[in-house]
C-alpha cells in the first residue's frame, strides 16, 4: 500500500521557519519525482515545488522561490520541504505528492497544517 505521511507543520510567526518532512512507503520512492501542493482555506489545490528522482532540477512557484528548499532523502524515503520567511499567505494544509509539476497529484498524504500569524 501507498503511504506518504507528512510531519512538521504548525504555528509560527511571520518570518519564521518550518521545515516538512514526508516519510513514503509502500512504493520504490527513489524512482520517483516527489512534490509538495497546498491548499488554503477555501481555495483549490496549488502547486509548490518538485524535485525529481535523484533529486535534480528542483522546481518551485513564484509565490516561493527564494524562500521554499525542497530536498530528499532517498535511503530515508523522505522528501523535505524547508520553508523560510514565512507569510501570512502560506497558512494552508500542505501534501506532499508523488509525481511531478503539471501533475494531478492523485497520490498524496493526509496533510500537515501551517499557520502563519502574530
Known amino acids: 500500500e501507498v503511504q506518504l505521511r507528512e510531519s512538521g507543520g504548525g504555528l509560527v510567526q511571520p518570518g519564521g521557519s518550518l521545515m516538512l518532512s514526508c516519510a513514503a512507503s509502500?512504493?520504490?520512492?527513489?524512482?520517483?519525482?516527489m512534490s509538495w501542493v497546498r491548499q488554503a482555506p477555501g481555495k483549490g489545490l496549488e502547486w509548490v515545488s518538485s524535485?525529481?528522482?535523484?533529486?535534480?532540477?528542483?522546481t518551485y512557484a513564484d509565490s516561493v522561490k527564494g524562500r521554499f528548499t525542497i530536498s530528499r532523502d532517498n535511503a530515508k524515503s523522505t522528501v523535505y520541504l524547508q520553508m523560510n520567511s514565512l507569510k501570512p499567505e502560506d497558512t494552508a494544509v500542505y501534501f506532499c505528492?508523488?509525481?511531478?509539476?503539471?501533475?494531478?497529484?492523485?497520490?498524496r498524504g493526509q496533510g500537515t497544517q501551517v499557520t502563519v500569524s502574530s
Open positions: 505528492a508523488r509525481g511531478y509539476k503539471g501533475g494531478s497529484f492523485p497520490i
Open positions: 509502500g512504493f520504490p520512492f527513489d524512482l520517483y519525482a
Open positions: 524535485l525529481l528522482s535523484g533529486g535534480s532540477l528542483p
